[in-house]
């Protein structure tokens, strides 16, 4: 039997060369922030996946996890993060869409405190205790209705959505700190693109990245 420490450094197709390929090829896609190849090096997402599929992990793809949802394709957990941190300091950031819990594990170990609402309970609890094996004690979990972001602790210097709503949902963009940025997909079917929004001293600003695929945003709890 595998000791955790062994399983977390993985073996075979989850080892560290295979890791080391997956983010040569973010680097080349464009991934140039730093701490964020770092820890998409450091962190074992075959971990947050189901074991049949951990051969799977570190190929630069979506992967099911069960509910009709899927675990987000490495390089665009990476380009959200970059793009979130490039935008300015960032000491809290909102999560809409725990899924997986692996977004939620990279945004920790890059900001001060992660904030993470999912819909559907049995995810929410299968992410928060694979983030409570890997040590991960900076993120707060809520099994909620992400549309309506988290007001508790608003307003967030960041927010970063992991599912795709057709518009900007108010509530979400309320919730960001004066100069604060949302990034979400937006958009249906083959027809998404990732957006930037950013507050400004008279509003906001909107900034289409690039298309992406995305499960919808969906109202309500499961
Ligand atoms: N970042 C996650 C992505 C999971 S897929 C990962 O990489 O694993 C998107 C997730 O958003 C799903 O878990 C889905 O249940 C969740 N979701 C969809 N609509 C939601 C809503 N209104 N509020 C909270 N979570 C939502």
């Not at 900076?138 to 309506?148: I, K, Q, T």
């Amino acid at each position: 039997m595998l000791t955790s420490e062994a399983s977390r450094r993985g073996i075979g197709m989850t080892s560290q060369r295979t890791r080391e390929r997956l983010i040569a090829r973010l680097g080349a896609a464009g991934i140039t922030h730093p701490d964020v190849l770092r820890v998409m090096r450091e962190l074992p997402r075959h971990l947050f996946v189901d074991e049949a599929l951990a051969s799977r992990a570190y190929e630069d793809s979506p992967l099911p996890i069960g509910h009709g949802q899927t675990i987000s394709q490495p390089y665009t957990v990476a380009r959200m993060t970059q793009t979130l941190l490039e935008h300015g300091p960032c000491d809290t950031v909102l999560e809409v869409g725990t899924g997986s819990g692996f977004q939620t594990a990279v945004l920790a170990a890059l900001v001060r405190r992660v904030y993470s609402v999912e819909r559907i309970a049995s995810l929410q609890e299968r992410a928060q205790h694979c983030l409570r094996l890997l040590k991960v004690r900076n993120v707060r979990f809520r099994h909620g209705d992400g549309f309506l972001g988290w007001s508790d602790y608003a307003p967030y210097d960041g927010i970063l959505v992991t599912a795709a709503p057709r518009g900007v949902p108010r509530a979400l963009a309320d919730q960001l700190a004066p100069a604060g940025a949302l990034v979400l997909p937006m958009g249906e079917g083959d027809r998404q693109v990732l957006i930037r929004v950013t507050r400004t001293a008279d509003g906001f600003d909107q900034r289409v990245l690039e298309p992406v695929s995305f499960v919808p945003l969906i109202a309500g709890v499961a």
